[in-house]
């Protein structure tokens, strides 16, 4: 079978392997039809990534179909429509024991630590996929993941109905934090330097949109809000200078969400933190999302099929990567089929 493998920083190639095969009663054994090509991805390729190994079959966001499931599973039957959840975790330290298995002091995910999604067959333990409704496709399935990082950022925010959610940055997390934060009730603002993700923002249903080049954001945020600040900030931007930008935009008593993986420093004083008694907290991957986020998928409260800008065979993956890197503002999600 054909598997996409990031040899070492810098060079993808189309490997052929031996399919896999079922070792323990507990795993499935899954035919991948659909797979995300994500930022995290990219930085794996580009060797950015400061937790991905190599050589490295990268993939994280992957639909399929179950071909065999083994002796002792128990809700995965062969012909499931599945998602993949990407992490596996120790569940005996701290993070596991307090719900947190995302933060698991042995993690590993699939494509970053583990080989992942861009092959035509995996085998994982059942706990690893989700099934998910018969009449979905698979285009719309496989956003379901990158929809799990937005609901846990939300999640993360503390996101309440009637709260003013500041979202930087109109990516696909960005845009996805946007959703889950409508869902929960919240206004939604959202900032980015491209005119048409902006407007492509607007249509997903943010309240205001903010040109971080072209206006000032923090004039512009604090109109908005009557002086106060938005409740909630997402920075789905990550830089350095976007992390100080939130501290000092959030609203008193708000929370600010940091997605970044950067390692720099940001300058960010105490003052505005104790004096409006700030929260700020990461969020990474996601924690007990995955029910929830399907369960919209299913009902068809989510129907972001308009995310996904282009479709790749696997074959093509060097195109689709030459695509993100030469047109960033034209690509909304790019997928690959199997
Ligand atoms: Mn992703």
Same mark, same amino acid.
């Given at each position: 079978?054909? +598997?996409?493998q990031?040899?070492?920083?810098?060079?993808?190639?189309?490997?052929?392997?031996?399919?896999?095969?079922?070792?323990?009663?507990?795993?499935?054994?899954?035919?991948?039809?659909m797979?995300?090509?994500?930022?995290?991805?990219?930085?794996?390729?580009h060797g950015?990534?400061?937790?991905?190994?190599?050589?490295?079959?990268?993939?994280?966001?992957?639909v399929?179909?179950?071909?065999?499931?083994?002796?002792?599973?128990?809700?995965?039957?062969?012909?499931?429509?599945?998602?993949?959840?990407?992490?596996?975790?120790?569940?005996?330290?701290?993070?596991?024991?307090?719900?947190?298995?995302?933060?698991?002091?042995?993690l590993?995910?699939?494509?970053?630590?583990?080989?992942g999604?861009?092959q035509?067959?995996?085998?994982?333990?059942?706990?690893?996929?989700?099934?998910?409704a018969?009449?979905?496709?698979?285009?719309?399935?496989?956003?379901?993941?990158?929809?799990?990082?937005? +609901?846990q950022?939300?999640?993360?925010?503390?996101?309440?109905?009637g709260?003013?959610?500041?979202?930087?940055? +109109?990516?696909?997390?960005?845009?996805?934090?946007?959703?889950?934060?409508k869902?929960?009730g919240?206004?939604?603002?959202?900032?980015?330097?491209? =005119?048409?993700?902006?407007?492509?923002?607007?249509?997903?249903? +943010? =309240?205001?949109?903010l040109?971080?080049?072209?206006?000032?954001?923090?004039?512009?945020?604090?109109?908005?809000?009557?002086?106060l600040?938005?409740?909630?900030?997402?920075?789905?931007?990550?830089?350095?200078?976007?992390?100080?930008?939130?501290?000092?935009?959030?609203?008193?008593?708000?929370?600010?969400?940091?997605?970044?993986?950067?390692?720099?420093?940001?300058?960010?004083?105490?003052?505005?933190?104790?004096?409006?008694?700030?929260?700020?907290?990461?969020?990474?991957?996601?924690?007990?999302?995955?029910?929830?986020?399907?369960?919209?998928?299913?009902?068809?409260?989510?129907?972001?099929?308009?995310?996904?800008?282009?479709?790749y065979?696997?074959?093509?993956?060097?195109?689709?990567?030459?695509?993100?890197?030469?047109?960033p503002?034209?690509?909304?999600?790019?997928?690959?089929?199997?």
């Amino acid at each position: 079978m054909k +598997a996409v493998q990031v040899v070492r920083p810098g060079e993808l190639r189309i490997v052929e392997r031996q399919e896999p095969a079922i070792q323990h009663g507990g795993e499935v054994l899954m035919k991948v039809r659909m797979a995300g090509i994500c930022g995290s991805d990219m930085h794996i390729y580009h060797g950015t990534s400061p937790v991905a190994t190599y050589p490295r079959v990268i993939g994280h966001e992957v639909v399929g179909e179950i071909i065999e499931v083994g002796s002792e599973t128990e809700r995965i039957r062969p012909g499931d429509k599945v998602v993949l959840e990407p992490i596996q975790s120790c569940g005996v330290c701290y993070a596991c024991r307090a719900g947190r298995r995302n933060v698991c002091e042995q993690l590993q995910v699939y494509g970053v630590h583990l080989d992942g999604g861009y092959q035509e067959y995996m085998v994982v333990p059942e706990r690893n996929v989700h099934k998910i409704a018969d009449h979905l496709d698979w285009q719309t399935g496989v956003l379901i993941e990158p929809f799990t990082i937005g +609901a846990q950022a939300a999640w993360r925010g503390d996101v309440r109905p009637g709260d003013v959610v500041f979202i930087m940055g +109109a990516g696909p997390i960005g845009l996805c934090a946007l959703h889950m934060s409508k869902i929960r009730g919240a206004t939604c603002i959202v900032s980015d330097i491209s =005119d048409a993700k902006l407007a492509y923002a607007a249509e997903l249903g +943010a =309240d205001y949109t903010l040109h971080a080049r072209k206006e000032n954001i923090r004039t512009a945020l604090l109109q908005f809000t009557g002086g106060l600040g938005p409740n909630v900030t997402i920075d789905a931007v990550c830089t350095e200078q976007t992390f100080e930008e939130a501290v000092d935009v959030t609203s008193v008593a708000g929370r600010v969400v940091v997605l970044g993986f950067g390692d720099s420093p940001s300058r960010i004083p105490q003052l505005p933190i104790t004096k409006k008694e700030l929260t700020v907290v990461g969020s990474r991957l996601q924690s007990n999302q995955f029910g929830y986020v399907i369960d919209l998928f299913n009902q068809g409260v989510l129907q972001p099929q308009s995310f996904i800008t282009h479709r790749y065979p696997i074959d093509e993956v060097h195109r689709a990567i030459q695509l993100i890197e030469t047109h960033p503002n034209e690509v909304r999600k790019v997928i690959l089929e199997f």
